[in-house]
């Protein structure tokens, strides 16, 4: 009976010992966490300063840089205006938080300065806002980034038909134009045009001169065929092969996205 009494005064006497010795050890461990959970907030703040005239992330690379070359060599009908439009927003919806969105329109003026409509970093939309964002701030963006889509595809129903389609050498000069800033962790171009180059879519062979090497190395394209309601009978499969080819002897990954061009085959 005395060993089972000492027994629990022992346990008793253990317990409490113990007991003693956790309170400041789980108290220092709280602080901790709480110091920790300060600090990568803190930290995760200072990750996420954007510049104010980019928008772009100041500490951190740009996870995805994406150019839309848009082709304005020839007038284009309002639905094809609405395809570049719809795809334009459906690919900036999908993008990840704060890539850059470079729209840039093209002619027949290989003098004129490339310039682009619009050339920012997006945060994401509203729903996607952390604490430390406020999602109206995020929302406005937005609201730029249509407003500029939407003046541009008005603009593209309004177009006369240029004397010359220079796309290949517009494409050159947009890929090698430091001012663009099309820089990321992944880069992609999306060429919006009917392929119908100057110098070869009156050709039989259907060649176009090489492009400079590695132009488009590591380098996501997708060749978006627009259509030509007067050059339609040149927009051939050969065309589109044509197109390809060029685009991969330029080093680049290549999707092609026309009528009738299997899915398979990009």
């Known amino acids: 009976m005395s060993k089972y009494a000492r027994g629990g005064r022992s346990g008793?006497?253990?317990s409490g010992g113990v007991g003693t010795w956790m309170v400041p050890v789980v108290g220092a461990l709280v602080l901790a966490g709480a110091g920790y959970g300060a600090w990568s907030y803190m930290d995760g703040i200072k990750e996420r300063a954007v510049d104010a005239e980019t928008g772009c992330l100041a500490n951190a690379p740009t996870p995805q840089a994406v150019v839309f070359l848009v082709d304005e060599t020839d007038h284009l009908s309002h639905e094809n205006a609405?395809?570049?439009?719809?795809r334009i927003h459906d690919a900036v919806m999908t993008m990840p938080r704060y890539s850059r969105v470079t729209i840039v329109p093209f002619g027949g003026d290989t003098a004129a300065p490339l310039l682009p409509i619009f050339n920012k970093c997006l945060p994401g939309r509203s729903s996607t806002a952390r604490i430390d964002e406020g999602s109206l701030l995020l929302?406005?963006?937005?609201?730029a980034f249509d407003a500029a889509l939407n003046k541009m595809v008005a603009?593209?129903?309004k177009l006369p038909d240029s004397r010359t389609s220079p796309i290949t050498e517009q494409i050159v000069r947009a890929a090698s134009d430091p001012q663009l800033h099309w820089q990321g962790k992944a880069r992609t171009m999306?060429?919006?045009?009917d392929g119908l180059e100057s110098s070869i879519y009156w050709t039989r062979n259907l060649k176009l001169a090489d492009p400079p090497g590695e132009l488009l190395r590591d380098v996501s394209v997708e060749y978006f065929e627009i259509g030509n309601a007067k050059g339609n009978r040149f927009q051939t499969p050969q065309m589109r092969l044509e197109?390809?080819?060029?685009?991969?002897?330029?080093g680049a990954n290549v999707r092609i996205t026309a009528p009738g061009y299997s899915a398979r085959d990009s």
């Open 82 to 86: 609405i395809r570049i439009q719809s």
């Open 155 to 157: 603009q593209l129903e």
């Open 190 to 193: 999306v060429i919006m045009t």
């Open 12 to 14: 008793r006497s253990g």
């Open 139 to 143: 929302e406005e963006e937005y609201k």
């Open 243 to 250: 197109w390809k080819s060029w685009l991969e002897r330029a």
